[in-house]
């Protein structure tokens, strides 16, 4: 199946820096990537939906100047938390949709998620 | 976002079938996932129905469908303690977004 590689799996930092997310598909090209977030014992919240080449589009309450989504090729995307606080302290996963030969895929595929923990 | 709602918990033995309900409020949707999810990590794929399909059998897998309800289930047969994990129930519509469910806490005992 394919892969999609999430950097790193597990961060603690301090309160007011930022920190960057990486996802990586690894051997399919991924036009469209979702982030989500995930509270303990609850379930995924779409934040973004980060299409290749374009702006993010973002789910309703959720801050783009926050949560800074980049897209800029067909196997990454990254999220950057700015200024992070400890409210901001979740586990983050993004996802891929396979494209194949120029049709979206019906198939998402899920990084192993980062916990971020802001201090 | 469209409501997806799965019971919290199930508990069975080692070799019983584990059934695990999903309902669905979306009629336009057009695939219907199941994600496993094991502790610290992210979802894996397990199977997936067309909206059109009523059943779907992958070796120890069944899903069963009814769109009239907007109720899915998933059937894991054999159920080892290996299948221990939070499973998602996912409605999309035309691949645009993904609505989970809360995610079953499936827990076998050996």
């Known amino acids: 199946g394919a892969v999609v590689s999430q950097h790193p799996s597990r961060v603690i930092c301090k309160s007011g820096t930022s920190v960057k997310i990486e996802c990586r598909s690894l051997?399919?090209?991924?036009?469209?990537m979702f982030w989500y977030r995930q509270f303990p014992k609850k379930s995924l919240m779409l934040m973004a939906t980060s299409n290749e080449g374009s702006k993010a589009t973002y789910e309703q309450g959720v801050e783009k100047d926050k949560f800074l989504i980049n897209h800029a090729s067909l196997t990454l995307s990254t999220l950057t938390v700015t200024s992070a606080h400890p409210e901001d302290s979740s586990f983050y996963i993004c996802?891929?949709?396979?494209?194949?030969?120029?049709?979206?895929?019906?198939?998402?595929?899920f990084g192993s998620g980062t916990q971020l923990s802001v201090l | 976002g469209e409501d997806v709602e799965q019971s919290l918990f199930l508990s069975v033995r080692e070799g019983d079938s584990s059934v695990i309900n999903c309902t669905y409020t979306d009629s336009s949707s057009t695939y219907l996932y199941w994600y496993k999810q094991e502790p610290g990590a992210g979802l894996q794929l397990l199977t997936y129905?067309?909206?059109?399909?009523d059943m779907k059998q992958d070796q120890r897998l069944t899903v069963l469908l009814n769109k009239k309800d907007k109720h899915l289930s998933l059937r894991i047969a054999d159920t080892q303690t290996g299948d221990s994990a939070i499973y998602f129930c996912a409605e999309s519509y035309n691949f645009n977004k993904f609505y989970f469910g809360s995610g079953t806490k499936l827990n076998v005992k050996p």
């Open positions: 129905i067309f909206s059109n399909m």
């Open positions: 051997d399919f090209q991924a036009t469209t």
């Open positions: 996802s891929a949709r396979d494209r194949q030969g120029g049709v979206s895929n019906e198939k998402l595929f």
